[in-house]
């Protein structure tokens, strides 16, 4: 051992030895390994070594598809073997909304390019895996590019790559404590004190306690996980070729070849946490007692949907652990105010997602940022909010038990809700607020009459009726919304502008004004689509997407200067917005400011009375209508719903929620981060280049900015569409095309209750992205032709925003 290192990897699992492995493969050659007791020490001895293509988030998914790549590559590039078998895989559906699900993710496949899935019938379920009954099963998923692999074999050749180019393993030597020291960092481990510039937590099953080795309390913990090997089964020993991995989501198995038996996983729905601080320093090479009651019922589905294996003995138990967030993606990258400390934990399939984490992390370290939008495992998608221990406990427990379980899109979940709520959520509930969830806070999704239940469905809701009305009413006369759900950041000090000024591509907005604002990541990327606001007495404001508030901050903070500082307030300020071609009128019941276009013209902003509460408003309107932003402090929310609602009545005012909002803004073809806008795009490709100030000599991603805008035009281009579907909208990555030739994607969809027409967002090929051009988009699997519209369908001059 040496006693510096540019890299420390505290933990040599499949994750710490894909991350070795990734440096030095991209250049950083001088980094170590500190393992506690030998390479694959904690979970990833023992792992079922299964490897899926399928994933929610199509972003993570392309991960996975690298890790693939990766696992393919690795014995030849090393030497070490893998014990790679690519048998194919099977996902099979047993319901038939699952089987409709599984159709629309086999269309969102191939928006992600991944070609080598095919849908099959019950009968070449059986082809393919003899020893399967297939009563009950609608039909399957095939991918090529599923199977398992030896655990211990891959981790070994991870780490035996990163060894072949220069990095160290240092084994039986635990990390005891972690201490910055003079820009880097003291590594107390039980074989002495080493200095790094940087400390990676790949920790696994003891991550939570790194994380608090610096302070952190990591929303992570180890659950239980069970499954078992058969002897020997004939049916099997009979067979020339080996049974795909399969997958039975609503069984709750997964199920693949071992030799010539058969091994069973599990996600059973009565889980249990383990060890929720983090394993024990001396649990090495152990199991946890097999606990068979609780896994009994899922069991015997899994056993009765392959009958051969309830003749045959079973060989082997494995009871384990492993870590599971909040949401079962990984946390990954730095902590703002821990420079140089890293994560890559919380990892829940190391072997089908360390490739991608190792990947993106080491190109986060050496480049200041990874090449692929990662933000669905970013650590900082969580605030302080999710290191609550209950909330880990619910959200973890959720997690696991539904790993399996169909979510549908208008479906909301239990876990750890209630646990922010607006001041004013009582009064809204009683005023009939639904309520959906964005980093915590519960947010109004519609508003619904005492005794109705939504059912969940891939298609149209049955809350459809009371958006539609919600969006009559606001365009016809006026809409109320709560804005707590925005986030809120103040910007002061003698710099404020001139930091402003570089931190958004945009012009910034005079006093009194209001504006948007694109910000640009270094690489010319978008990394936030905000409005700033200029109160006139040099305090600023930007405001953007709420569950970002981490995420934003980290970059403000990251990239702040002298005599400026910026503070998230966005629990300390909240409020309500009001649209309509009311509004106005309204608003005046209320203020005697002068709002006149003269005095508070469209994007004007200033602090006036509003009743009884001294409020900052904005004039605009995120569902194109004449409107205003309200925003007051958390301590007069109640009173301003109160003075609104009062107020309201006279101008057949009622409330409304995101869900309408979502379609109004369709209509106007406003884009919203995660679906228009994120980090992987860039702002040609989503018009966002109309927000950016060319004349300005200098902001953050200038060069790449200007780059993109004098070299060829992306491929890809945002447009409109209207879909011709009667019973289901688009949701997002359904896949477009052209004569049968794929040509774009859907970002987000929903039906424009104002214009009486399905709508989407997408993402298309320029040669297909004129107003007319006709399409073919995939709604719920099914093929639907599309048009493209001129963008803003609804009042496309915008006239109505600037009466
Ligand atoms: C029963 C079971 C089945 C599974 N099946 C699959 C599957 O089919 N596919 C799949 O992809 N995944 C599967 N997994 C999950 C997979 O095992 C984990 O995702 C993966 O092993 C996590 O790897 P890791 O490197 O993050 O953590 P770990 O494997 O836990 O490694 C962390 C390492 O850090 C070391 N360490 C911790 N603290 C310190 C310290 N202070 N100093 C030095 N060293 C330290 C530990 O000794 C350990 O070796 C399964 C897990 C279980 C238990």
Redesign the pocket.
């Known amino acids: 051992m040496k006693s510096h290192y540019r890299v420390a990897i ?7 030895a894909s991350v070795a492995y990734h440096l030095t493969k991209f250049g950083w050659l001088d980094v170590v390994i ?4 030998v ?6 001895w ?6 899926h293509a399928l994933n929610a988030d199509p972003n993570i998914a392309s991960l996975q598809a690298y890790t693939i790549d990766i696992l393919s590559q690795l014995e030849r590039e090393t030497g070490q073997a893998t014990g790679l078998h690519m048998t194919g895989g099977i996902t099979f559906a047993c319901t038939p909304d699952r089987w409709e699900w599984l159709q629309a993710a086999y269309r969102v496949f191939q928006t992600m390019g991944i070609e080598d899935v095919r849908l099959m019938t019950p009968e070449e379920i059986k082809a393919a895996c003899p020893i399967i009954t297939t009563e009950g099963i609608h039909g399957g998923m095939w991918a090529d590019r599923e199977g ?1 692999i030896d ?1 211990t074999g891959v981790v070994q050749a991870y780490a035996k790559g990163a060894r072949m180019r220069g990095a160290e393993v240092i084994e039986h ?4 404590e972690l201490k910055r020291r003079g820009g880097g960092w003291e590594v107390v481990t039980e074989k002495g004190t080493i200095s790094a510039e940087h400390v990676v937590n ?5 991550a939570k ?2 994380g608090r080795m610096v302070g952190l309390d990591l929303p992570v913990s180890p659950l239980e ?3 078992l090997v058969t002897e020997s089964v004939p049916e099997i020993e009979a067979l020339d070729f080996e049974v795909p991995m399969m997958v039975d989501l609503d069984g709750f198995t997964y199920a693949r070849q071992d030799q010539k038996g058969m091994l069973v ?1 599990i996600y059973e729905i009565n889980h249990k946490h383990w060890n929720m601080d983090g394993a024990p320093w001396d649990y090495g090479f152990d199991l946890i007692a097999p606990d068979l009651d609780r896994i009994e019922n899922e069991l015997a589905i899994g056993f009765s949907r392959y009958p051969a294996l309830e003749r045959a003995g079973i060989k082997r138990w ?6 599971f967030t909040p949401d079962g993606n990984p946390l990954v990258g730095p902590v703002h105010g821990i420079p140089g400390y890293w994560l890559a ?1 919380g ?8 490739g991608g984490v190792g990947k993106s992390l080491a190109e986060w370290m050496i480049n200041g940022e990874p090449v692929a939008d990662i933000y669905g495992m970013d650590v900082a998608r969580y605030g302080a909010y999710a290191s609550n221990r209950d909330y880990i406990r619910q959200m973890t427990g959720q997690f696991y038990s539904r790993r399996f379980v169909m979510t549908y899109p208008n479906e909301q979940l239990w876990a750890g809700r209630p646990l922010r709520t607006c001041p004013a959520y009582d009064l809204m509930t009683e005023s009939g607020a639904r309520w959906g969830v964005s980093w915590g806070l519960e947010v109004p999704i519609y508003f619904a009459p005492k005794g109705f239940t939504e059912i969940p469905t891939l298609k149209r809701s049955n809350a459809f009726e009371f958006v539609a009305e919600e969006c009559r009413r606001t365009r016809d006369s006026v809409g109320i919304i709560d804005t707590t759900g925005f986030s809120r950041y103040e910007v002061t000090g003698p710099n404020a502008e001139k930091w402003l000024d570089r931190i958004v591509a945009g012009r910034l907005p005079k006093p009194g004004r209001a504006r948007l604002a694109p910000m640009l990541s270094h690489s010319g990327r978008l990394k936030g689509d905000l409005t700033v606001f200029n109160w006139g007495d040099g305090s600023w404001w930007i405001m953007g997407s709420y569950y970002l508030r981490q995420w934003h901050m980290r970059w403000f903070l990251d990239n702040l200067e002298e005599g400026v500082s910026v503070r998230d307030i966005s629990d300390a300020a909240v409020g309500f917005a009001i649209a309509g071609p009311k509004s106005r009128e309204f608003l005046e019941t209320l203020t005697t400011a002068d709002l006149s276009n003269a005095a508070l013209p469209f994007l004007g902003c200033a602090e006036m009375d509003v009743g009884l509460i001294r409020a900052k408003v904005g004039r605009l309107s995120v569902v194109g209508e004449l409107g205003y932003e309200i925003n007051c402090s958390a301590l007069e929310h109640r009173t301003l719903y109160r003075m609104l609602k009062e107020a309201g009545e006279t101008f057949g005012a009622g409330d409304f929620g995101f869900n309408a909002m979502n379609s109004m803004r369709l209509e106007k073809s406003f884009g919203i981060w995660s679906r228009e806008f994120m980090q992987g795009y860039t702002p040609g490709m989503t018009r966002m280049d109309r927000w950016i100030d060319w004349q300005k000599p200098d902001f953050i991603g200038r060069e790449k900015a200007q780059g993109e805008r004098d070299g060829e035009p992306s491929k890809q281009i945002l447009v409109t569409l209207e879909i011709e579907a009667e019973d289901a909208d688009a949701t997002g990555y359904e896949p477009i095309w052209a004569h049968g030739k794929r040509v774009g994607y859907v970002t987000s969809g929903g039906y424009g209750h104002s214009i009486g027409k399905s709508l989407a967002m997408a993402l298309v090929d320029r040669d297909h992205a004129e107003e007319g051009d006709e399409l073919d988009v995939h709604i719920v699997g099914v093929e639907r032709r599309a048009r493209v519209l001129p963008n803003s369908p609804y009042d496309p001059t915008g006239a109505r925003m600037r009466a």
């Open positions: 505290v933990g040599g699992g499949v994750v710490g500190l393992e506690r007791s390479l694959t020490a904690g979970s990833s023992h792992a079922a070594g299964g490897y398992y655990t030597n635990r990390v005891l790949a920790a696994g099953l003891w306690q790194v996980h069970h499954y996983g494995v009871n384990g652990a492993f870590t934990c990892v829940m399939a190391g072997f089908l997602q360390g």
